[in-house]
């Protein structure tokens, strides 16, 4: 319970930081800018530990019983499992966002 609100509080905050973000006037200040993308690292850091758990512990999952024995291919199966594979993409797109901001930052 106290997980998933901290999942969504983090959500939100990262809207939040979103909406501040796509203001003009707000680019002026670095500090906007190195904290939204602190903001960036610390959700990708959270919610690739969140996946790479739920990857780990699928195994014992009801429906995965059967690849008991087999458990890479237990992982396998659920990471393309439709919620499990759109978690990945949105990683992805989290970290070329996070790969975006950083060089934008550093002046790459």
């Not at 059967?66 to 990945?88: G, I, K, N, T």
Request: proline share 3%.
């Amino acid at each position: 319970r106290r997980f998933d609100v901290f999942v969504i509080s983090l959500t939100f905050l990262n809207v939040f930081a979103d909406i501040i973000d796509s203001m003009a006037e707000m680019h002026a200040s670095p500090h906007v800018v190195t904290g939204g993308v602190a903001l960036e690292m610390f959700t990708f850091v959270a919610f690739f530990g969140e996946y790479c758990l739920r990857l780990w512990s699928c195994v014992e999952a009801d429906h995965l019983r059967e690849y008991s024995d087999r458990p890479a291919l237990a992982r396998w199966r659920f990471a393309f499992e439709m919620l499990p594979a759109v978690d990945l993409v949105v990683l992805c797109v989290l970290l070329a966002d996070l790969w975006r901001s950083t060089h934008e930052v550093r002046g790459f």
